[in-house]
C-alpha cells in the first residue's frame, strides 16, 4: 500500500506540476497581449497627438486668412470708393 500511495503522490505531484506550468504560460500570454497593447496605446497616442497638431496649425493658419479677409471686407464697405 505504500507503493501505491507514493505512486498516487507522484501522479497529484505531476498533475500540479503541468496545472502550474499551464498557468504561467497563460499567464505569459496575457502579460505579452497587455504589453502589446500598452505599445499600441503609446504608438496610437503618439501618433494622435502628431495629427492634432498638424490640425491645430492648418486651423491657425486658416482662422488668420479669415481674419485678414474679414479686414479687407470691412475697409472695402467702409469705401466703396475703392470698387468704382
Given at each position: 500500500?505504500?507503493?501505491?500511495?507514493?505512486?498516487?503522490?507522484?501522479?497529484?505531484?505531476?498533475?500540479?506540476?503541468?496545472?502550474d506550468w499551464e498557468n504561467r504560460e497563460f499567464i505569459s500570454?496575457?502579460?505579452?497581449?497587455?504589453?502589446?497593447?500598452?505599445?499600441?496605446?503609446?504608438?496610437?497616442?503618439?501618433?494622435?497627438?502628431?495629427?492634432?497638431?498638424?490640425?491645430?496649425?492648418?486651423?491657425?493658419?486658416?482662422?488668420?486668412?479669415?481674419e485678414l479677409i474679414e479686414v479687407q471686407v470691412s475697409t472695402?464697405?467702409?469705401?466703396?470708393?475703392?470698387?468704382?
Open positions: 500500500m505504500a507503493k501505491t500511495g507514493g505512486i498516487t503522490n507522484a501522479v497529484n505531484v505531476g498533475i500540479a506540476v503541468q496545472a500570454h496575457i502579460s505579452l497581449n497587455i504589453r502589446r497593447l500598452f505599445d499600441f496605446l503609446v504608438q496610437f497616442e503618439a501618433t494622435t497627438k502628431s495629427k492634432l497638431a498638424t490640425l491645430n496649425e492648418k486651423l491657425d493658419t486658416l482662422e488668420r486668412h479669415l472695402a464697405s467702409a469705401n466703396p470708393s475703392v470698387f468704382k
